[in-house]
């Protein structure tokens, strides 16, 4: 199973993973894609750390994940299969138990209307090559194959 792995040291902050991201879980064009618009929200995103370095900051799809673990309603799991962490809002009860549990602080809830969360899908309509993976030209994201 492959996993997006992170080289921060080649970061540089240009965010083509976060547009990209937004614009694969959006209608129309890339340069239909309103940036500001809540319902665009990107899955991913890029933090500047205490010493003045970008840090790109995705979900793990950990082995042991603590979102899956602290969701009461059943709205997260993982796939032992594929290995992913996989997330239904249909069951979501919005009490973002995952988001205050996630170790790397890559869950949030939408901004729109705060009743539901935000997270990593894997571009399922990519196959195995994520939008943002696809977007980085530094190499700070990259797929690598994990064994389960």
Request: with cysteine; aromatic share 6%; proline share 5%.
């Amino acid at each position: 199973m492959k996993r997006i792995m992170i080289n921060a040291d080649n970061c540089k902050g240009c965010r083509n993973c976060a547009i990209a991201c937004m614009h694969a879980h959006s209608q129309g064009s890339l340069y239909d894609l309103n940036l500001a618009d809540p319902a665009n929200e990107s899955r991913n995103r890029i933090v500047l750390n205490a010493q003045n370095k970008f840090i790109p900051l995705f979900c793990r799809h950990c082995d042991k994940p603590e979102c899956v673990s602290s969701c009461m309603s059943g709205a997260l799991v993982k796939d032992r299969e594929t290995g992913l962490v996989k997330y239904d809002a249909d069951k979501c009860a919005a009490c973002f138990m995952c988001v205050m549990n996630c170790p790397y602080g890559v869950l949030k809830p939408d901004s729109a209307t705060r009743t539901s969360v935000v997270k990593c899908d894997f571009c399922p309509q990519n196959g195995d090559n994520p939008s943002c993976v696809q977007a980085c030209r530094s190499e700070a994201i990259f797929l690598s194959e994990v064994q389960p």
